[in-house]
């Protein structure tokens, strides 16, 4: 083992997944592919990548070229995914994905069973 | 929101995963369901729980425990997931699930991948 | 350089701290001693040990047993650190460390900040 | 509390430290102000900003412009930073911190505890 690997691999980081979201993607009726997806997306936006292709994304997972673009369009259909369009200085128009619908999403679960659980505590007490 | 489920949510922090992992599960013959859910064992042995039951995996996850108990089967034989006897100081015999052999094959991995760059070098080089 | 020994800084993990915090504590009136302790702190409560000693505390950090005390306190003098007491069924009360009060005040910061901002866009438009 | 402040906060996501180096810094001589500069400046790395000033550094820390100097000076001096020089294809150097020294140092320090230990074990086992 050398060191300069190990410097290498230290220097690489971490990639920090909020538990919220770890322990609520089922709920968002996303399965485990679904989810590596979007955390694959979010650390190519992190480094400036902010728009890989489906042949990029297959480099790092488990599934083919065809199924990632099968997964990047269920996504936007199940509103956790958004294309963004960019308009810069000049007339060149370039696009790069967005993870907000899902933070949207995430947080419209929570406060949804927040309320829940608060309309259920007043009905006990009418009870 | 109340800002009370906000700290509560602060309060749950982050899931930290190495990208050296991150980008080479795929390369361990590990497909997506099967690395979530050695991440999520990760996650209950952090947390003090370290032979959590198929039923609590399928909780957090999007598969049914049956599949649970089949991936969990698969990662035993695939070599990256065991169970440790831990024998303590009572008659009693606890079982624990260790990533271990997890960590031991993604660093075989990259040994493996440095020494194949350094091969090419030197054979790029008697050339 | 053992695997073994890899192995286990890999099995150690990472301390993850929001950008929202890491990028703000020092608006919220902390300077980096008592930051760092906040988050010694979350280590110690996040592994089981909520109520660690000047002494545990000094351990990992640059400054003695004595300051680690003083720190605490202003700290708590602060507002963003208190002391929960813990009565359980049995007629022992224990005392844990809590950080919820550092999280409130952190929402607070953002959330004046944001009508701060909201205030001023009003105030030019008026103009 | 605006949903897209929210948003924005989760889009920030989180630094991560390994615990190794968190656990050690002070080991390697660092106090707390020096530590989190080196956090600081492995943020401005990782978002594409290399050569971040000392008022850059300054905005986010709770010291001084002049005591930033200080510090990052201390911190190249302790062999912990480093200055790299860039040559890209243009005429124009470049430069940029790197934190590979403190990662060679934390990695010589932890195999040189290892190599003591191992050495108490076999001097115990010859008493």
New interface residues.
């Given amino acids: ?3 300069d ?3 290498a ?12 979201l ?2 609520h ?2 709920d968002l009726g ?4 679904e ?2 997806m979007l ?1 694959h997306l ?2 190519f936006i ?1 480094s ?1 990548e902010s728009f890989p292709t489906p042949h990029d994304l297959s480099a ?4 083919s070229t065809t199924k990632c673009m099968e997964v990047l369009r269920n996504l936007i259909q199940k509103g956790v995914l958004t294309i963004e369009q960019l308009d810069d200085s000049s007339s060149v128009i370039s696009e790069q994905y967005s ?2 619908p899902l ?2 999403k ?2 419209n679960l ?2 949804q069973e ?1 309320q829940n659980e608060v309309q259920q505590e007043q009905e006990q007490e009418e009870i």
């Fill in positions: 083992m050398k060191k690997d190990m410097i691999w230290f220097e690489q980081g971490s990639v920090s997944i909020p538990k919220l770890f322990n993607y089922s996303l399965d485990e592919t989810f590596m955390m979010n650390v992190d400036g790092k997972m488990s599934v993870l907000k933070w949207r995430l947080i929570l406060m927040n």
